[in-house]
């Protein structure tokens, strides 16, 4: 067994936010000074957020907003965050540190930074981090960060999900940290280098916006710095972190002490279409430390569904900040109470130079086994499991441009959330590591930057997982390939009702993924989970069923008006209003017949 705090890349993961300078210069009790610092922290990153939004041109970071923001201490220590896609968040975190070991003092005001290597703290290589250091008083103060998935980074396949891969360097473009700009000054050398290996110029165009967001975080927070000065700063992010770290442990003492454990399963690594690996968590609960051990999962896979270490860090907040029940303030302080222990060279800590490309995806299985865990511990905090991502990243050639596009199919992929005490989950929510903040593509300007044309994009019935509070609804998408030539990669988990979304304390599973293409000639074809399906003819018609989320408690407890109203919206079908439900209703008067109702839900039914 190895703990992860003992690994180069997990110790970078780890950090001991308890001994930063900062946590040093604590001095007085200004509550006023911190809680206005925290938010002016937290705006700076929303402001440069808006700026992505507004400046970035690809659909994946203007409709999508699949990025994420930060800001570090001069150390790598998170100081705060702006989760726009939260498993971005605390992933970023690892490379932070290791960037901010890297470069060490050679680093001067103008710098940018740009990094995606998973082996060097990073998540994915098709998340590029692009980060800018501060200075005040010609002193290094912190960075300002931001994260976020680019539309191409090389490698075999277009959009570089290659199901083919067996190393990373078949995937995709490997950036361990290096300036785009060293002073100021742009290195056109390496600026030529690295986009002459993606192949879309979208993808500059994405960096630079990107780039002016940091300069905004920059120049914010330079202002801050001027107002209030190094002292105050330091002294307030020091009493953040302590904050955070309280808070943390409040959490952890609600738990019960003692070990909990639970597994889940990933399907597929794109070379072993039958292979299964086991993803195995026991948790920790010791006074107000909780550790979270993933040392009995799997081994790494040959095939590209391997999570980095970040990942797992991240999955394992993701879960955590959402069993806490409350508003955690989203910092390093968390990490004094939080930790995690992965053997390397496991499915969820691989060793260089497996692939990863699917990996960040493995979010979902991770933050699932984890409340799979913790349901006997904290049955009225959990969800049933979220709908797992089963998606399609499309490229070809866009004939009314004259020019390429790639865009990954976000609206088809967002099926429903988990259901939890209290409360249906989500529809049409997407990846619970996603919090639900990916957003759906408005479908008109999906048919604008695509050669495609929508022909059903709406709730799928009976898709959300029966229980006395539903899972949410997955959703049924269906267009045309309007081009010939097309190529398809698919990533994801479906297909079968084990790989659906699960429900817990007695819910029932939402429905599992599906996806099948028609062709013009007749034939249908239904991909694997992790496939390469090219030469797509025009007249080609994709369909896609993204699953419902799990449902929690027993379905006969749902209140049968409840049932009705769900029936009435055509949700629930009458058949498993009955059979599921036990709640029988008049399909002529949308009654429920009071008898038939109590005879079915006692049993004799």
């Known amino acids: 067994m190895t703990d992860a705090a003992t690994t180069p890349a997990a110790a970078s993961v780890q950090g001991d936010a308890a001994t930063t300078p900062a946590a040093a210069s604590v001095q007085g009790d200004d509550a006023i000074l911190t809680s206005i610092m925290a938010s002016r922290l937290k705006t700076i990153g929303q402001r440069m957020g808006v700026v992505v939004e507004r400046s970035a041109r690809s659909p994946l970071l203007v409709e999508g907003r699949d990025f994420s923001l930060g800001i570090y201490a001069a150390d790598g220590t998170l100081l705060e965050q702006t989760e726009y896609i939260p498993v971005l968040g605390y992933a970023t975190t690892p490379a932070m540190r290791y960037i901010a070991e890297y470069f060490g003092d050679d680093v001067a005001e103008g710098d940018v930074v740009l990094h995606n290597d998973p082996y060097t703290g990073g998540n994915q290589l098709s998340d590029w981090k692009v980060t800018k250091p501060v200075f005040h008083e010609g002193e290094h103060v912190a960075w300002v960060v931001i994260a976020a998935h680019q539309a191409d980074v090389g490698g075999a396949v277009p959009g570089s999900y290659n199901p083919d891969a067996t190393d990373m360097w078949q995937e995709g473009l490997r950036i361990t940290p290096l300036k785009l700009y060293d002073g100021g000054r742009r290195r056109q050398d390496v600026w030529d280098f690295v986009f002459g290996n993606v192949r879309l110029p979208i993808v500059a165009d994405d960096i630079t916006a990107m780039m002016g967001a940091c300069t905004v975080g920059e120049r914010e927070l330079k202002a801050l710095l001027a107002r209030y000065g190094r002292g105050a700063f330091d002294t307030a992010c020091a009493r953040l972190l302590d904050a955070s770290e309280a808070s943390a442990r409040a959490v952890v003492e609600r738990i019960a002490d003692g070990t909990y454990e639970a597994e889940w399963y990933v399907h597929d690594d794109g070379i072993d279409h039958d292979g299964e690996w086991t993803i195995r968590v026991a948790v920790r609960v010791e006074g107000d430390e909780i550790t979270f051990d993933f040392s009995k999962s799997d081994d790494q896979a040959t095939g590209y569904v391997n999570a980095p270490l970040a990942v797992t860090l991240s999955s394992v907040m993701i879960a955590f900040f959402m069993i806490a029940d409350q508003d955690l303030p989203h910092n390093d302080g968390i990490m004094r109470v939080v930790k995690v222990v992965a053997r390397e060279g496991s499915i969820v800590h691989p060793k260089y130079p497996a692939p990863t490309g699917f990996g960040n995806h493995l979010s979902d299985q991770i933050a699932a086994v984890i409340m799979l865990a913790l349901a006997p511990a904290m049955p009225q905090t959990v969800t049933a499991s979220w709908n797992h991502l089963l998606a399609t990243l499309v490229s070809g050639w866009d004939d009314r441009i004259d020019g390429p596009y790639v865009d990954i199919l976000i609206n088809a992929c967002k099926g429903g959330g988990g259901g939890t005490y209290g409360a249906d989950g989500y529809d049409h929510i997407g990846l619970i590591t996603s919090g639900g903040a990916i957003a759906a593509q408005d479908p008109e300007m999906y048919e604008v930057v695509n050669p495609h044309r929508l022909r059903k994009f709406e709730y799928a019935p009976d898709s959300a997982g029966a229980g006395q509070w539903r899972g949410g609804l997955g959703v049924e998408t269906e267009f045309e390939f309007l081009t010939s030539g097309t190529i398809a990669s698919v990533f994801g988990d479906g297909g079968t009702p084990e790989t659906a979304a699960f429900g817990i304390l007695g819910g029932r599973s939402g429905s599992p993924n599906e996806i099948e293409l028609r062709y ?9 989970l992790k496939d390469l399906v090219t030469d797509i003819p025009a007249g ?66």
């Open 520 to 528: 013009p000639d007749g034939r249908v074809e239904r991909p694997r």
């Open 540 to 605: 080609t018609v994709y369909r896609q069923v993204a699953g419902g989320g799990g449902g929690y408690g027993d379905p006969h407890a749902r209140a049968a008006e409840r049932v009705l109203q769900d029936a009435r919206h055509g949700y629930v079908s009458l058949e498993n209003a009955r059979e599921v439900y036990g709640v029988a209703i008049d399909a002529q008067t949308w009654t429920i017949d009071e008898a038939e109702t109590a005879r079915l839900r006692d049993g004799a039914g």
